[in-house]
């Protein structure tokens, strides 16, 4: 058995046996860049006006001042640029992302100007050069654009997709593979007979790895039978990085996880953690897979995925934080741990005026879903520790909770 602190660790120390991956922008939001972006082509990629108004050259400004009108002959819309010369004296009229004329630096907005048939009257003196906005003023070819190791959000996505460049390298994230144990195991579609109860960790578990950005590959229910655990396993080994179990991994005669992984030659890295809930949570390695084989109740097999492999799907991906985010929190109410394991203990967190409260559930056993389907988070209390009403805590928030 070993510590909380201890798990944590060896699993932070875990290496991962990442993968760089090429994907379509579409599929790119979330993931983390595995390759620097540098810039193909100039922003803007052609000198443009910054406003609706007209385009002109400022030395016949300088040179005709208010007293004789400009003429106008043509235009330059966005995406139909004017083509011509402009003759000494003349103003292209133009909208804002339309190319400057070749022969214009400068455009005098429509605001400051009146016009009379072809005769433009500029009311206001232009500054030379306002209002255009110059070919790679904001970067040039070769620009450094987005670093490796960036969060890719839609703008990040944008800007790439702005240079022609439709995929981008992301550091894979891991495939899941979901094997939930039980012969009172039934669909959660199907009518369950005495005895029997509907499988929702599996639907828990695939969601809470997708939050984590990793795909489930394979969800299967095992009966509580060593040879057909041994098969699952193997199966599921096959087509995945890491293997997350439910159920099965306790003392019982009917827990055949462990047995399974030694049978089929995975190093055991630890096993039973100094924790309430999901003490029974084992973890072992075989070269580059991993297999977590969690405690079948689902508050404790909730608790054990967000603690220690949330983070590790993260990390995986080299996602820039990978741990659950976490928040300071004042205790609504005394939490006492009497007995020598750490506890996590769910709260229900609320934004009160000045500070962020956090109240426990009052029931907190490991079968009730409520526990953690009415909680935001949870906070860590040490063995034989009292916490008063009014300290503060640190607490975890579930991955998508907002308080
Ligand atoms: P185990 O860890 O296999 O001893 O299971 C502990 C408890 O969790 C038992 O009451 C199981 O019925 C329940 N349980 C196990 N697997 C699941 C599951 N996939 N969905 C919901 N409850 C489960
Ligand atoms: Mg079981």
Known sequence: MITVAEAESLLAHLPCATRIEHRPLTQAIGCILAEPIRAREPSPPFTNSAMDGYAIRFADYQRLGNATPFRIVGESAAGHPYQGEIPEGGAVKISTGAPLPADADTVVPVEDVTVDGDALHIEQPPRKGQ??????????????????????????????????ITQVAIYAPPRVAILVSGDELVDITAEPQFGQIRDSNSLMLQLAAAQAGAPVVQVRRVPDHLAATIAAVEEAVAKADIVISSGGVSVGEHDHIRTALQRLEFQELFWRIKQKPGKPMFAATRSEKLFFGLPGNPVSAYICFVHYLYPLLRRWQHHPRPHL????????????????????????LRREDDAITATPLPRQASYMLTTIAGADGYIKVKPWTKLPAGATVTAYLFPGAVV
Do not use: C, W, Y
Not at 135 to 150: D, Y
Not at 330 to 341: A, F, I, M, P, S
């Open 131 to 164: 209002h255009v906005k110059v070919a790679g003023t904001e970067f040039s070819p070769g620009a450094m654009l987005i670093n490796a190791g960036q969060l890719l959000l839609p703008p990040h996505l944008a800007l790439i997709a702005s240079q022609g």
């Open 325 to 348: 985010d976490t928040l300071d929190a004042v205790l609504t109410q005394e939490v006492q741990n009497t007995q020598d394991r750490l506890h996590f203990v769910r709260v229900r």
